[in-house]
Structures are given as structure tokens and as C-alpha cells.
């Protein structure tokens, strides 16, 4: 004859709640346990609701706001030395046109300093640049007047400048523009952050509950208690509204990241094309012997589309927006064809033809790399545009999908502890 296996005794926390001189007394201490995990489980939806809310807020506004000023301020910047120095290579009669470029770009790039100074007190970066750029500004008039005069000192004093530019004040802005793009995915981290706190609260005490429903049933031989019931039911509800939240909020998100990469490859890819520019005027100020050679143009050209033409940070500027592609593929058509413009003026000038090598730069002639360059950087800028209209929309849509998360899921659980509290409250006045 075969021996049936004793059962297994229940749990510690099982016995003592089950434990008491009255059934009444251990149905209380159980309600007591569940509208207190209830309570908790609220409490911590509440927390995380509105840590993960602001997350999302901060990457959509502050962030995202002080990220593209960076990047504004280092393009300014970069824009006003390339307009500079086709200004200088222009002779003494600068086109009205250039100049007033620089000129905005230097009021632009000013502006964008003292935002981030009122929103970045005591930031090292924002010192830096707002300490040399006065100096260099004072270079480039000094550079300026001396080649309205004819004076050939003046290409000192515009290579003192670039250099000051590229060596101190845009490695300042792009440092300025690290620390914005390491803050805005700090924020996409926590707005990303899997709610483990949350998600464990929410199943231990519907586990808690669906168990002591069954016991309860089986005691009686009754029906499940409608209160219980209802708190089962309210917490799978706050289960669910958290995991669609935060699934869809995160899929919003990593397309957001994914626009935020494509504007900062962008952003580079512009600054590189500035830089690439003030190198083709710079050489021709020197005449090649002095202090720029096209190297420079090279490199510049190089980090936009790498040293295959295919790769670089074009290469990286595809962020999945409305006709993205087809944007980098005519970024790379615009790029080939303003090398081959730079050629021409590279045969001009080593030809003796300085004067139609420097009208080739400095003018918007059609095929000369002046004009070539002009289209780059405005299909540059239609796309960073783009790229950044499609960001704010994925991390509006991101922010759309927490709406209610903080209120939805605590009221929920509140709701659940009202269900508990009513549904063993019964049983226990019924027991008395």
C-alpha cells in the first residue's frame, strides 16, 4: 500500500500571517499586509512616474534646447572664420554680403554665450570662448584694415586669428557641446530605465492578493469576493498601463536618439565643410607658402565623407527621418561637387590665374566653388533642420505616452487597497 507524501508546510510569512486565536484576527493582519503593499506599490508608481516624466520632459526642453545652442554657437563660430578669411582673400573691397555674414555670425555666436552663461554659471567652455572671442574679432579688423591699405602684414594677423579660432575657441565650443550631448543621454538613460522597483512592487502584491482570493474561496466554498476581485483586476490594469508606458515611450525615445545622432553627425559634417572652407581662402591668401596649405581643405573633406567617399560623418547621418537617405546621398553628390569646383581653383592659382581662382571662391558664379559651396551648406542646414524637426516629434510622442503614468497606476493601486479592504472586511464580518 502506498504512503501519501505529508504536505509540505506553508511558508514562515504564510504561517504568521495565518497565525492567530481567531479566524477574524488573521483575515485583519492579511488586509492590513495588502492595503499596505497597495499603499507602497502607489507610492513608488508615483515616484518613478514622475522620475521618468521629467526625464523625458528634460531631454524635450532644457537639454535639447542647451544641445542645439552648443551646436549653434560652434557652427556660428566656424561660419564667421571661413567669412573671414573670404573676406580677406577678396582684396581690399571685402563683398558687402560676406561681411555682413560675419557680422551676424559674430552677434549669433555672442547671443548663444550669454544664453549659456545664464544657463551654465561657471562652465569652463563657456569662459574660454567668451574670454578669446572679443580677440579674436580684434585680429580680424586689425587683418582687415591692413589689407584695405594694401599691407601685406594683414596675412599675419588673419592667420593669428584662425589659429586662435581653431586651436582655442572651437575646441572650447566643442567641449561645450560634449558635455550638452553627454546630458541629453544621461536623460534618455533614465527616461529608458526599466521600472524593476515598480514592476516588483505591482506583481508581489497582486501575487498576494490572487492568493489569498483562492484561500479564501476554498475556505468558504464561495464565490471569489467581489473586493478582491476588484483589486486584482485594478492591479493588472497598473501592470499593463506601466508596461505599454514605458514600451512605447522607449521606442519613441530610441527614435529620438537615433535623429540626435544624425543632427550631431550633421552638425560635424557642417563645421568640418566651414573649416574646409576657410582652409580654401586661407591658401590662397598665403599663395601656398604660407601659413595654410590645402591639407586642410583635405581633412576638412575627408572627416565629411571619409577617405573612401562613402563613410565619414555622412556615414552616420542617417537618423530614419522622412527622405533621410535620399538627404545624404545628395550631401555626398553637393560634396563631389564642390571638390571638383576646389580643383579648378587649384589649377587657376597654380596656373598663374590667381585673380579667376580667387573670383571662383569669393563669388556665387555658376561652377565656381563659391556657388558649389553655398549649396552644400544649405542642404546641410535643410537637414540638420529636418533631423531636429523629426527629434522634437519622437521625444514629443515619447512624452505623449507617459501621459498619466504619474496619477494613472496610483490610483489603481489605491483603488486595489479600497478593494481589499472592503473585500476581507466582509469576510471578517461575516466571520464574527
Same mark, same amino acid.
Given at each position: 500500500m502506498s504512503v501519501d507524501a505529508p504536505p509540505r508546510p506553508a511558508p514562515a510569512w504564510r504561517r504568521s500571517l495565518g497565525s492567530g486565536s481567531t479566524t477574524p484576527e488573521r483575515l485583519f493582519r492579511v488586509a492590513i499586509v495588502l492595503v499596505v503593499g497597495c499603499l507602497a506599490t502607489a507610492l513608488v508608481s508615483v515616484l518613478a512616474g514622475m522620475q521618468r516624466t521629467a526625464s523625458v520632459e528634460e531631454a524635450q526642453t532644457r537639454i535639447a534646447a542647451?544641445?542645439?545652442?552648443?551646436?549653434?554657437?560652434?557652427?556660428?563660430l566656424a561660419d564667421a572664420d571661413a567669412m573671414a578669411t573670404s573676406g580677406y582673400v577678396s582684396g581690399g573691397r571685402e563683398p558687402i554680403a560676406v561681411r555682413t555674414r560675419y557680422d551676424d555670425d559674430i552677434a549669433r555666436a555672442t547671443g548663444r554665450l550669454v544664453d549659456a552663461a545664464g544657463r551654465l554659471p561657471g562652465s569652463i567652455p563657456v569662459a574660454t570662448v567668451a574670454a578669446q572671442l572679443p580677440v579674436y574679432a580684434g585680429l580680424v579688423e586689425t587683418a582687415r584694415t591692413l589689407n584695405r591699405e594694401g599691407l601685406p602684414l594683414g596675412q599675419a594677423f588673419l592667420g593669428s586669428a584662425s589659429e586662435l579660432m581653431r586651436g582655442t575657441i572651437l575646441p572650447a565650443a566643442e567641449e561645450l557641446r560634449r558635455q550638452q550631448a553627454a546630458e541629453l543621454a544621461g536623460a534618455y538613460e533614465r527616461g529608458v530605465a526599466i521600472p524593476f522597483a515598480v514592476g516588483a512592487l505591482l506583481l508581489a502584491t497582486l501575487v498576494a492578493v490572487v492568493d489569498v482570493?483562492?484561500?479564501?474561496? $476554498?475556505?468558504?466554498?464561495?464565490?471569489? =469576493? !467581489?473586493?478582491?476581485?476588484?483589486?486584482?483586476v485594478a492591479l493588472v490594469a497598473a501592470l499593463v498601463w506601466w508596461v505599454a508606458a514605458v514600451g512605447t515611450a522607449n521606442s519613441r525615445l530610441a527614435t529620438a536618439q537615433r535623429h540626435s545622432d544624425a543632427v550631431t553627425a550633421l552638425d560635424g559634417a557642417r563645421t568640418a565643410v566651414l573649416q574646409a572652407r576657410s582652409a580654401e581662402s586661407l591658401t590662397l591668401v598665403a599663395r601656398s607658402a604660407g601659413f595654410a596649405s590645402d591639407d586642410d581643405f583635405t581633412a576638412g573633406i575627408v572627416a565629411v565623407v571619409g577617405a573612401d567617399g562613402a563613410s565619414g560623418l555622412l556615414g552616420r547621418a542617417d537618423g530614419g527621418a522622412p527622405g533621410s537617405a535620399d538627404r545624404v546621398t545628395a550631401l555626398r553628390v553637393a560634396v563631389g561637387e564642390w571638390q571638383a569646383a576646389h580643383r579648378?581653383?587649384?589649377?587657376?592659382?597654380?596656373?598663374? $590665374?590667381?585673380?579667376?581662382?580667387?573670383? =571662383? !571662391?569669393?563669388?556665387?558664379?555658376?561652377?565656381?566653388?563659391?556657388?558649389?559651396?553655398?549649396?552644400?551648406?544649405?542642404?546641410?542646414?535643410?537637414?540638420?533642420?529636418?533631423e531636429r524637426a523629426a527629434f522634437t516629434d519622437a521625444t514629443g510622442s515619447a512624452a505623449s505616452a507617459l501621459t498619466g503614468l504619474v496619477a494613472g497606476p496610483a490610483l489603481l493601486a489605491l483603488m486595489a487597497a479600497a478593494g481589499v479592504a472592503v473585500g476581507l472586511g466582509q469576510r471578517i464580518g461575516e466571520d464574527r
Open positions: 542647451l544641445t542645439a545652442d552648443s551646436a549653434e554657437l560652434y557652427r556660428s482570493s483562492l484561500r479564501e474561496r $476554498r475556505r468558504t466554498h464561495r464565490i471569489v =469576493s !467581489v473586493g478582491l476581485l476588484t483589486a486584482a579648378q581653383v587649384r589649377e587657376l592659382d597654380d596656373g598663374g $590665374r590667381y585673380a579667376d581662382a580667387v573670383a =571662383s !571662391v569669393v563669388t556665387s558664379e555658376p561652377g565656381g566653388s563659391g556657388a558649389a559651396f553655398e549649396r552644400l551648406d544649405a542642404a546641410l542646414g535643410e537637414a540638420i533642420d529636418e
